[in-house]
């Protein structure tokens, strides 16, 4: 099994740390979709990483998939919940993380091609307010527990931190730690998980 990706990229981030979670072999294949030479549309037709290639040949995208995939495969604990109502709860928490990478990606990336980047735009505006519900949103989940659901680390938990992290290195201008303090004590915890540890080594 062979994981395509860049490992900038926060979804191919999410992956790694469910992959480590769930203590699952697969082979790191560096392959950034902005070069010529990529082979990701071969196996994802949306072009996008990460996208997983199985041994037989089948391809695997999005991130939600591939989380999903490696969850039932691997041992350790269950990063996505049997019972309905946990297990829903869960996929709102990888939304609200996934959604707060999204409105990140497009102030801090997209902008610099449709040259939306005055900070007093409405559109920018609109983005930042969609970061910082969602970072309040998450502040109330996780005020009194160590994890955004159940007390119990879950994809919610993978989610929510690579959306911390991911503005620590796209928008850290944002300063969250200060903003939100519950998300600060939240994500001193959560960093320390070999997971994230391995999957966000130090950048030099
Ligand atoms: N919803 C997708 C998002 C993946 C995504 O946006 N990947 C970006 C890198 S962070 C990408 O491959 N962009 C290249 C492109 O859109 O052409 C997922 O969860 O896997």
Same mark, same amino acid.
């Given at each position: 099994m062979k994981l395509f990706g860049s490992p900038g990229s926060p979804y191919v981030r999410k992956v790694l740390v469910a992959q480590y979670e769930k203590n699952i072999a697969c %082979?790191?294949?560096? +392959?950034?979709?902005? +070069?010529?030479?990529?082979?990701?549309?071969?196996y994802n037709p949306l072009g996008k990483v990460p996208v997983v290639l199985l041994d037989d040949g089948? &391809?695997?995208?999005? &991130? &939600?998939?591939?989380?999903?995939?490696?969850?039932?495969?691997?041992s350790g604990a269950r990063l996505i919940p049997d019972s309905f109502v946990e297990r829903?709860?869960?996929?709102?928490? %990888?939304?609200?993380?996934?959604?707060?990478? +999204?409105?990140?990606?497009?102030l801090t990336h997209d902008s610099r091609y449709t040259k939306d980047t005055d900070p007093?735009?409405?559109?920018?505006?609109?983005?930042?307010?969609?970061? /910082?519900?969602?970072?309040? %949103?998450?502040?109330?989940?996780?005020?009194? /527990?160590?994890f955004c659901y159940y007390n119990q680390f879950s994809l919610a938990d993978i989610c929510a931190g690579m959306a911390l992290a991911y503005l620590d290195r796209a928008y850290p201008v944002l300063n969250w730690?200060?903003?939100y303090p519950g998300l600060h004590t939240y994500s001193n915890l959560l960093f320390l998980r070999p997971s994230f540890i391995k999957a966000y080594p130090k950048e030099t």
């Open positions: %082979e790191f294949i560096l +392959d950034r979709p902005s +070069d010529p030479q990529t082979r990701v549309p071969q089948q &391809s695997l995208y999005d &991130s &939600s998939v591939i989380v999903e995939y490696f969850d039932g495969l691997g829903i709860k869960v996929r709102q928490g %990888e939304a609200l993380g996934d959604g707060i990478v +999204d409105a990140t990606v497009a007093h735009s409405t559109w920018y505006q609109k983005q930042l307010l969609k970061i /910082n519900r969602g970072l309040a %949103e998450l502040e109330s989940l996780v005020k009194k /527990n160590s730690r200060h903003q």
